[in-house]
């Protein structure tokens, strides 16, 4: 992705021994993590962290859209086809995955009223 052209704000669990994050990509600024709070599956906690890294963001340089995505559920497309998509998409919400029997682990997201994640890109 074009610098400038996005933002990542992240949580790590407080146990973690990662205080700071290698930042060769250039992800996150000065390899500072946004958040740092324990998270629950299912639990308010989850909640309440979306909330917090939301409110980072905002107060961050004005963004088209946010996209909130797990360590299990990521697009698997560039960045450049991602953006295209979501513009594209404007005002819609990603709200679902679809976990595949036999692959473990893997989810991809889907956009409303298609397939897959990554159908929906084929479809624009």
């Given at each position: 992705c074009p610098a400038g052209s996005?933002?990542?704000?992240a949580n790590v669990e407080p146990q973690?021994?990662?205080a700071k994050v290698n930042d060769t990509h250039g992800f996150f600024a000065a390899g500072r993590l946004k958040t740092s709070l324990h998270v629950e599956r299912f639990q308010y906690s989850m909640v309440d962290v979306r909330y917090r890294l939301l409110q980072a963001a905002t107060?961050?340089?004005?963004?088209?859209?946010?996209?909130?995505?797990?360590?299990?559920?990521a697009p698997l497309v560039d960045c450049h086809t991602a953006h295209r998509f979501l513009a594209a998409h404007a005002r819609r919400s990603f709200i679902g995955t679809d976990r595949s029997a036999g692959e473990s682990g893997s989810s991809r997201m889907i956009a409303p009223g298609s397939g897959t994640f990554a159908d929906a890109f084929a479809q624009t």
């Open positions: 996005f933002a990542v704000h973690s021994q990662t107060a961050e340089a004005a963004h088209e859209w946010f996209l909130f995505l797990s360590d299990s559920c």
